[in-house]
């Protein structure tokens, strides 16, 4: 068996950006199991500082949908996960003023989309955080209170057509030691 073989493996080269999903709502063993993959994810100092908004009301993403051209695909989607912050809390307790806050909410994002593949389902990353449009709409749609940020929301269900895996590295991008 070569090490590719590995699921863990062949969960992360298959993860890919879907944004057509099949009109099949996600199984609540399943939402619970991403909620639970994702406060697995790493953060500074093992603060944990996220919080995740739970979407599946289709009237709501379908207005997540209009807040831009480049959130469309949250009209489609049958779950969104949105990951937030409170960053006014988190920099006033941890002193963390370097945006910290956005390398742990990252990490849960990554940890969800993952997780979606290994269970079957596809997702893509909807960026908030610092996309005017998108976090002037989306955050007052969420009802986030005030000095909550949202990072992002993965937008996730079962795709509407498969994509093939990742392969290969880009020799091109790759130094050693030094650039």
């Not at 949202?150 to 057509?161: I, T």
């Amino acid at each position: 068996m070569s090490l590719s073989d590995n699921q863990t493996i062949r969960i992360i080269l298959g993860r890919r950006s879907v944004r057509i999903f099949e009109e099949k709502s996600v199984e609540t063993e399943k939402v619970d199991l991403l909620l639970e993959c994702a406060f697995a994810a790493p953060s500074a100092m093992n603060i944990r500082p996220c919080h995740l908004v739970v979407v599946d009301d289709k009237e709501l993403l379908k207005k997540i949908g209009e807040a831009s051209v480049h959130s469309r695909m949250a009209a489609g989607a049958p779950l969104g996960l949105a990951v937030c912050v409170d960053v006014a809390n988190y920099e006033k307790q941890h002193g963390f003023t370097d945006g910290t806050w956005m390398e742990d909410a990252s990490c849960v994002m990554e940890n969800v989309l993952l997780a979606a593949r290994a269970v079957g389902l596809e997702g893509v990353w909807l960026q908030i955080a610092n996309r005017p449009e998108r976090e002037g709409t989306i955050p007052s749609l969420l009802g986030l209170p005030d000095g909550v940020r949202a990072l992002a929301m993965a937008l996730v269900g079962y795709g509407a057509k498969a994509k093939s895996p990742h392969a290969g590295v880009d020799e091109a991008r790759v130094h050693h030691n030094r650039w």
